[in-house]
């Protein structure tokens, strides 16, 4: 404990915070990694399948949890390309950034609102595919679902933060309130999700019971 | 990493009082959320397995004077009757099975068809109307094998895959006028959705559900087990 204390203290400008800077950047950079890697296996995943039309991806396990039937959608390819690429190019960056505030790099605040813009786009698209695998193709993509996840969680703790240190403006007592249940809005967001899942496929987790 | 973390939010708050114990009432909400979510999905199965012991059923709503029959045994002692939705891979699953023992009893069983198509599936009603238009024109087991036979061709697909039903009546040599005017109609909807109504009122929640003389079998779909299940019947 009192080494702890020692340590800690001197450096770090945030002690006693409760979303201090070294959960924040574990958080960017495990999420950052964790979203790359999907990323990455997606894109290798549908470069198979475009050279082979009849390759099974390591993810289609069964009907409902099957992503070569989702790869081959037009939604897999909302701007025209694979989508897949975008978090191939933007998973690294939050990863790079979660790395510099473990290194107590001070980032300007332009930084964090960059960040911001690109987790409330990445959110927002999640959520639309979320939409579209549900009740448009009626499937589920294990390595989308993933990305699923680490954008809610890089979303809610960018935000979090950034209402915290005062780079987005915010009236301090609900910020505070938020900020002290941190993980409990990730969770109870992905158990919304999780439960309008059940609800949609319950016909098929039915038959597995 | 968390457990790490803690100790540092709890060394450190010291230094700054302002807050209030953060991570410990952080840790205690997450987890309160998570064991309501436990407790929902414990319930959620312990009520599903006591509504799995359902008895026999009434057999009136299990097979109706209008309930297609693939084979009938004249002695009347087997009868399975399979709610199915052709676009349900594990309809698709259980179909060569349940082919090889139909061929295999042939008209010592009595097997029955039903609709139960899954809102989800999105040409599940479609197939299921193209199967019934076929059945008007006698060809029911035609096409019911048909979609069966091509279901990786048409499944799964967002868009109305109305077109490739058409052509499979056109292969079976369908009056395709006719065909076309009963897939449309109203009759062959309404049709479809009773038997999805039936399939309700027994319990029917997923599929292929089957029954075996009113029992409501709770085995894998495969031959062997299916097998065993239509002996014993008719060996008792």
Known sequence: MSVALTEETPADADAGAVLSDRLVGWVLTVGGLVGALAAFVLTVEKTALLKNPAYVPSCSINPVLSCGSIMSTGQAEAFGFANPLIGLVTFPVVAATGAAVLGRVRLPRWWWLALQAGAVFGVGFVHWLFFQSLYRIGALCPYCMVVWVVMVVLFTYTTLYNLDRGHLPAPRRPVDALVRVHSAVPTLWLLILAVLIGVQFWHYWRTLL | ?236
């Open chain 2, 1 to 236: 990493m968390p457990a790490d973390d803690r100790h540092g939010a709890q060394a450190r708050r010291p230094a700054r009082d302002t807050r209030k114990p953060g991570m410990s009432t952080n840790l205690k909400v997450t987890l309160g959320i998570l064991a309501v979510a436990l407790l929902g999905v414990i319930g959620l199965a312990v009520v599903n397995r006591d509504s799995g012991t359902t008895p026999v059923v009434a057999s009136d709503t299990l097979v109706r004077a209008d309930s297609h029959r693939l084979s009938t045994a004249p002695d009347g002692r087997v009868t399975i009757v399979e709610f199915l939705d052709f676009e349900c891979e594990s309809c698709l699953a259980a179909y060569p099975g349940v082919e090889k023992l139909r061929a295999e009893y042939g008209d010592r069983i009595t097997y029955v068809v039903r609709y139960f198509p899954i809102p989800s599936h999105p040409n599940a009603f479609n197939a299921a109307h193209a199967a019934e238009a076929a059945a008007r024109q006698g060809k029911f087991e035609a096409m019911y094998k048909k979609l069966f036979d091509n279901a990786t061709v048409w499944g799964h697909k967002e868009e109305p895959q109305v077109a490739v039903f058409e052509g499979y009546a056109r292969e079976m040599g369908l009056d395709l006028a006719r065909y076309r005017a009963d897939v449309a109609g109203a009759e062959v909807a309404a049709r479809v959705k009773a038997d999805a109504a039936d399939g309700a009122a027994l319990g029917v929640q997923g599929t292929p559900t089957f029954f075996v003389n009113g029992v409501r079998y709770d085995g894998l779909p495969t031959y062997d087990d299916l097998k065993a299940v239509v002996e014993k019947s008719l060996s008792s």
